[in-house]
């Protein structure tokens, strides 16, 4: 039953053909139809300088910095354009360029291609990578597993007694670097490449390997430091002690989700854990001996097994930082599990091979059980990509998997309300906000939305209570420019300049402060001042409007002197 390579990439491109029908979905629009950075080759030294995020002028993610995969999106834009069709296309040849790539490994390390077609076939139908497939946003997990897939493969030669020399050792390094230049978590990949040097058993290759995986990351957190002058968790949703206590449950949920791929969403909720429990250190020693065990197997009896076994645990060490980063309901993400799974389907090749040269009716009975579980997998696969259709299918499918999702159900507000779609868009965040009163940002979507629909007495009272919250840190010069706006729309002047001497000491060059105080000076009578500040305005943002009000003023100055 030896299926090339090549075939089961047809089969990945195949079981991935609905979601070429499906439009761009939450963060696509803003990452390559209104990204202008990725659609000029002028950029391109830019995109190396700065973080993911920077063409939105805000300092929301700048912990990303991802220049391969911002190159990958220029290319794209490139070939293809803005296309939805083709971005999705795109995905889908990733993920059989992938499925080829894992099929190389899995018969690099399992010398059997028998196993190799299992565990590659397994890969194409995968459910759990719906998301990083059909999510267009998401295509640097993938990226990134291509790069760390052919590092491991540098240094599996075909011919297992050929010693390993500082050609793949140094090849290995390269894709490492490329597959961090991707997305963050691939730092994980260097103990696993260490741990594949190790299992050769050659002292002094380990070494220099050592060095040179060591010298990889110090010299990407060096021109990541130069990029974006952070490490990159600075601002938090949770504490350091938060993230180490519920750590081991999400490890726990992402293991059950690899396993059985089932009621699958792009969001769900984890409960986060603010002290220790005997249950966390019960699941934390589980996970370890597990993992050690493995370990153990692999140097004393299969290799594979101690490749696997790292590949499935190490990348989501990196992944458990999102507890910290993120809000309670955007914590866990199938699409982290993309690069985890080539070591399951590994263990999946394994086991394939020892029933392929067992009696007849155990190969029989696993051929009959594993085409069976392809299948139901390759059904599921195709099901959940109608999620992805469409924002409305997008974060439906989360709120119906779970109804008190705060951050699901905010962000289809905010979908509501960028349509216009007023009243839908204020259910759904008085809806979160009776969910969690106290969520941070529940309140400021809520207020963001009254402020929208020009309800700004009952936006006032809302922005006031959240502008200092250490959670919206991120968020803070935004709403004390709203919380302004807001004031002098409700003619209270006074707590209006208050509010934008606030941002004026966080950030003079905020874009808009300079123009919102020119309307303050000019409803004050206050010409000339208003004036000054409407041209610098101009000269910070670029605002054309803000000039226009200048040169305006300047006519009426001239009036009044005549």
Known sequence: MSVPGWAAAVIAITVYIPSLFSEFVRDDPWQIVKNPQIQSWDYLPRLFSTHLWSQSGTEYAVHFYR?????????????GGVSPVWWHFSSILLHAATTFAVYKLSDRLLHNRVSASFAALMFAVHPIHVDAVSWVSASNEILFAIFAIFAIHALSPQDTDVPLGTTQVGASAILYVAALLTKETAIAIAPILFLAVLLKKQRQIAAAAGLWYFAATAAYFIARWWALHRIGTEESNHNWHEVLWTSPTVLVFYLKKLLFPVHLSSFYVNPVLSAPTLGMWLTAGGLSIALVGLMWIGFRHLPVIGIAAPIIALPLLPALLAIRIYDRGDMTHDRYLYFPSVGMCLLFGLLAKWAWTAPKPVRVTFVTAATALLLAFAFLTVRQQRFYKNNEAFYQCAIDLDPTNVYAIDSFGAIHLENGEW??????????????????????????????????AKAVPLFK????????????????????????????????????RDLGRLDPEFRALHRTLGIVFQKEGRIREAQAEYHREFQISGDTQAEQQAIALQGFLTQSQR
């Open 67 to 79: 220049p391969f995969f911002s190159v990958w999106m220029l290319v794209g834009t490139t070939v």
């Open 423 to 456: 009243d839908r868009a204020m259910n759904e965040f008085r809806t979160a906000y009776q969910l969690a009163p106290s969520d941070p940002n529940a309140i400021y979507n809520l207020a963001h939305g009254f402020f929208e629909i020009k309800q700004y």
């Open 465 to 500: 209570q959240i502008v200092n919250s250490p959670q919206l840190a991120s968020r803070r010069k935004p709403v004390l420019l709203a919380l302004a706006d807001a004031e002098i729309s409700l003619g209270n002047l006074s707590a209006g300049k208050e509010a934008l």
